[in-house]
């Protein structure tokens, strides 16, 4: 275990040896400095309760192991979802952002082929871990470096809280919820009291306006169906990346300001008009 580690071992009891040669996210543990920054990661889920996260993270190399999931990395279980949950830019402290659009399983022939019986089930769950894990093995574990997935779940056309085989499927490391149900604020409700504080305190809930979501992350990285102004490469973004930064700009009554836009064919353009939050107009063309 590297100097220091973030485990201490005196006092603690051990219902098993050490795995020889265990790993989390592509790390070899007890080889690698970045170790100490996974174990600092079960100890703040368990508020750093030594024997708590100990238990939770032998519990976790013994699943990883029975799952299997250094060969499930190599499955080919298709992109058929990637509508459903997609990574997306970065927010503004360098966090990658992944969405996770609930809505797209509103869709009877999405739900049954994701949940219609075990076996599918099944595969919807690997295909998550799946894609989890390798969203996880890209990030940077080292001291100082980013090693955390910001979330947006947008559950505008969510099915409800009867759906378990759903709710049940999905990892609770969310961060912002936009598009919220009524029936979801009282499913919160009912299971905040069970949350540590830490855990609440990671739980955003938004209007479905996009200012919440800039106060996280830049609109040059938000979609432009949440407000953004990020949108596939095509024809008319080719000399647009998201490090070209957006302009903001304060109108005062009575004044003009003139804003040049290239434009090619396909462009669609839409402005909205704000005052105080309140949506005065707004004007869509197509080029």
């Known amino acids: 275990m590297p100097s220091g580690s973030a485990f201490p071992t005196s006092g603690v009891k051990s219902r098993t040896t050490r ?8 790390i070899t ?26 238990a939770m993270f032998r519990n976790t ?41 609930y809505g797209e399983f509103q869709n009877k022939e999405v739900y049954e082929k994701s949940f219609g019986n075990e076996e599918k089930r099944v595969r919807f769950l690997r295909w998550r871990i799946q894609f989890l894990e390798r969203s996880i093995r890209k990030l940077d574990f ?16 969510s099915p409800g809280p009867g759906k378990k085989e759903l709710r049940m499927a999905t990892w609770l490391a969310l961060q912002v919820f936009i598009n919220v149900p009524w029936w979801y604020l009282t499913y ?6 069970f949350l540590t504080q830490r855990t609440r305190s990671k739980f955003v809930f938004a209007s ?31 000399q647009f990346t998201p490090d070209d930064p957006a ?5 005062k009554p009575g004044t003009k300001q003139i804003v040049e ?27």
């Not at 090693?147 to 947008?154: E, G, K, L, R």
């Open 19 to 26: 795995p020889a040669s265990a790993s989390f996210w592509g």
């Open 29 to 54: 543990l007890f080889k690698d400095e970045r170790t100490d920054i996974i174990f600092l990661k079960f100890l703040r889920a368990r508020e750093f309760k030594v024997n708590e996260a100990l």
């Open 61 to 101: 190399v013994e699943w990883r192991a029975q799952f299997g999931i250094d060969q499930l990395l190599e499955e080919e279980l298709g992109d058929d979802l990637e509508k459903a949950v997609f990574m997306h830019g970065f927010d503004k402290e360098g966090h990658p952002v992944c969405f996770n659009v």
């Open 142 to 157: 080292s001291p100082g470096g980013i090693c955390t997935i910001f979330q947006v779940s947008d559950l505008k056309n």
């Open 188 to 193: 919160y409700a009912m299971i905040s009291p």
């Open 208 to 238: 479905p306006t996009p200012e919440t979501l800039f106060k996280y992350i830049s609109p040059e990285h938000v979609p432009v169906q949440y407000g953004g102004l990020s949108v596939d490469d095509c024809d008319c973004t080719s």
């Open 247 to 251: 302009t903001e700009m304060t109108v």
């Open 261 to 287: 836009i290239i434009v090619y064919e396909r462009c669609v353009l839409v402005w909205e008009l704000r005052v105080g939050g309140v949506l005065w107009g707004r004007i869509r063309a197509k080029c």
